[in-house]
């Protein structure tokens, strides 16, 4: 099994701060990974897929980097909505979803 | 507009079969491009994959439970029915469906929580 372990597990931030967590495959993924936010109580969200390609209807702030085993989701400027939890999902192998990274208020 | 709905029992008891439908409209479960997959989070956890059908019928299930599962398609009703035996307290968590055109999850039911407790 690929293992995908993120950090941090918890980030805290500011409204208009440059956000970036890290997911890493414990072996090659190419670029097969992909990137949920959750909000409490609801359906992920498909925010990036392919490592770097931005779902649509996902604002520009959001962006997906990476390839091989290390990858990161960067949030250029925080806003109010993005206060949730991330996860990062591999597919090249079926599929395993990261820990989750929890964004909250500073 | 892609929508999925899970239902079913929401509460099971041990050793018993969960059965799950998921109800879809917006596309056509009938090509090798499209799939619907399931998806389970416990409560306070991260998510698992459970399992995948694409149109074609072709099948994919995690190694890890892959004993317990079977996933198949009406394609006459746009339901995806997955079926897990032997549940167990410690497999209490929230099913999700979500469509897909690879891997990646592009849409989701809201969930359903099933609890297994006797």
């Known amino acids: 099994d690929i293992q995908m372990t993120q950090s941090p597990s918890t980030l805290s931030a500011s409204i208009g701060d440059r956000v970036t967590i890290t997911c890493r495959a414990s072996?090659?993924?190419?670029?097969?990974l992909a990137w949920y936010q959750q909000k409490p109580g609801k359906a992920p969200k498909l925010l990036i897929y392919k490592a770097s390609s931005l779902q649509s209807g996902v604002p520009s702030r959001f962006s997906g980097s990476g390839s091989g085993t290390e990858f990161t989701l960067t949030i250029s400027s925080l806003q109010p909505d993005d206060f949730a939890t991330y996860y990062c999902q591999q597919y090249d192998s079926y599929s395993t979803f990261g820990q989750g990274t929890k964004v909250e208020i500073k | 507009q892609i929508t999925l709905k899970e239902s079913g029992l929401t509460l099971v008891k041990p050793t018993q079969t969960l059965t799950l439908t998921c109800t879809f409209s917006?596309?056509?479960?009938?090509?090798?491009?499209?799939?619907v997959g399931w998806i389970r989070q416990p409560p306070g956890k991260t998510l698992e994959w459970l399992a995948l059908?694409?149109?074609?019928?072709?099948?994919r299930y995690s190694p890890s439970l892959r004993s317990r599962l079977t996933v198949t398609k009406d394609t006459s009703k746009n339901q995806v029915v997955l079926r897990m035996t032997n549940m167990d307290p410690v497999d209490t968590a929230t099913f999700y469906c979500?469509?897909?055109?690879?891997?990646?999850?592009?849409?989701w039911g809201r969930g359903t929580l099933v609890t297994v407790s006797s």
């Open positions: 059908i694409y149109g074609d019928d072709d099948k």
């Open positions: 979500a469509h897909t055109n690879y891997w990646d999850f592009g849409f």
């Open positions: 072996q090659s993924i190419s670029s097969w």
């Open positions: 917006g596309f056509s479960l009938t090509t090798s491009e499209v799939g």
